[in-house]
């Protein structure tokens, strides 16, 4: 069965320093992979999305993932953090057909932004 | 575009009580997804709407949980009788659905749930 797993529960970093959200998956099939980004209060936003097509993948916000098979990956990465960053991160992967996806969530990373 | 909307934002109820929860999704949007999410952890689909149709109901908690989707448009989810477990945050989501494609679905800001 397909199956994220998120390392840390908590990742702390200084506004301007490199972020890592590391994810790593399980499937039997090709996956399709996201992360979204959870706000104090509010619904999941789509941060962006691995459907097979390229490897490194562009997002909102200044956020990129790079997809590896070999290590069964999707870590988050940005440059440079931004206080506004702080929020709760999840991974996810879409199991079942094209045209309708169930999705399977990590238990996220909560990304702590300290001046 | 108006997001998917979900009302109360917040519930405070005893146990034993009954509760809804009500979802209206994007407009056009004839896939709704009710997710449950627990603190701490990521959110677990309940039920998948496809129109009125109930396709993906294997979650769901059929001895005190209900949804309908009557008109094929909002969506109400039900608890009768609440227990303390189910203090939680319940999401609702939507999406289009189009054969041989990815369909983003879009998220509701949810209703907190809590169960005195």
């Known amino acids: 069965a397909q199956s994220v797993t998120q390392l840390g529960s908590h990742v702390s970093v200084s506004e301007g320093a490199l972020v890592l959200l590391r994810c790593n998956y399980s499937?039997?099939?090709?996956?399709?992979l996201f992360w979204y980004v959870q706000y104090p209060n509010q619904g999941l936003q789509l941060l962006l999305k691995?459907?097979?097509?390229?490897?490194l993948v562009k997002g909102i916000n200044g956020f990129e993932a790079e997809f590896k098979k070999s290590e069964t990956s999707f870590h988050l990465t940005k440059p440079s953090a931004h206080m506004s960053d702080a929020a709760e991160y999840f991974c996810?992967?879409?199991?079942?057909?094209?045209?309708?996806?169930?999705?399977?969530f990590g238990t996220g990373t909560r990304l702590l932004v300290s001046p | 575009e108006a997001g998917v909307v979900q009302s109360p934002r917040y519930k405070i109820i005893e146990k034993k009580q009954p509760v809804a929860f009500w979802c209206n999704p994007i407009?056009?949007?004839?896939?709704l997804y009710w997710y449950l999410q627990n603190l701490g952890q990521g959110p677990e689909l309940l039920i998948r709407?496809?129109?009125?149709?109930?396709?993906?109901d294997s979650q769901l908690p059929k001895d005190r949980f209900s949804a309908e989707r009557l008109k094929g448009v909002d969506s109400t989810l039900k608890i009768q009788p609440a227990e303390l477990g189910d203090s939680a945050v319940y999401l609702c989501?939507?999406?289009?659905?189009?054969?041989?494609?990815?369909?983003?679905?879009?998220f509701g800001p949810g209703t907190r749930l809590t169960v005195l």
């Open positions: 996810a992967v879409s199991v079942g057909n094209t045209g309708f996806q169930k999705l399977v």
């Open positions: 709407y496809e129109n009125e149709e109930a396709v993906d």
């Open positions: 691995y459907t097979s097509a390229a490897t």
């Open positions: 499937s039997s099939v090709p996956p399709y």
């Open positions: 989501a939507s999406s289009t659905r189009t054969s041989g494609a990815y369909n983003e679905q879009f």
């Open positions: 407009s056009g949007h004839n896939t």
